[in-house]
């Protein structure tokens, strides 16, 4: 089973968001090869708001346009960042952090609801294929939870 079948499996009829993230984010931690954080940031009065994820304690709260998370939301496009050191105003929630690619959450009528946020520590670590993956997560996850 592909870990896009098994997104899928996992989301299954469950349509609760932080259940479904929860979900999402242990699955991508755990399959992912040379990932140290996973893990999902909602918007909230303007903000950034941790969600659920997998990996060390993580920055709670992001202003729109700061680091990857902030500038994927700004933007509402996945930044895909094969050296986070070369990232301006990357925020280093952890320090083994080399390698991150963020997708924005979007909800219908286009609204950016938040962010699916990956982190590595190997450099040079998301390519292609990668960014293909966590889009569909990204997409399978706004389109299988009751969003507000």
């Known amino acids: 089973m592909t870990l896009a ?3 899928r499996a ?3 009829d469950e349509r609760d968001p932080i259940a479904n993230a ?3 984010a242990a699955l991508l931690y755990g399959e992912l090869p040379d990932l140290n954080w996973a893990g999902f940031y909602f918007v909230r009065d303007g903000e950034l708001v941790l969600g659920p994820f997998q990996g060390k304690p993580a920055c709670v709260r992001i202003a729109r346009g700061r680091g990857v998370c902030g500038t994927a939301w700004e933007r509402a496009e ?5 050296d986070v050191h070369a990232f301006p ?3 280093a929630c952890d320090s083994a952090s080399n390698a991150e690619i963020v997708v924005p959450l979007v909800a219908e009528g286009g609204r950016v609801i ?3 946020d990956l982190d590595s520590p190997r450099h040079d670590r998301f390519d292609s294929a990668d960014r293909a993956l966590v889009e569909d997560v990204a997409a399978l996850y ?3 939870s009751d969003i507000a």
């Open 78 to 82: 996945t930044i895909v960042v094969p």
């Open 142 to 144: 706004v389109a299988a």
């Open 5 to 7: 079948e098994q997104a």
């Open 22 to 24: 929860a979900n999402l």
């Open 89 to 91: 105003g990357h925020i």
């Open 10 to 12: 996992l989301v299954g």
């Open 114 to 116: 938040g962010v699916l």
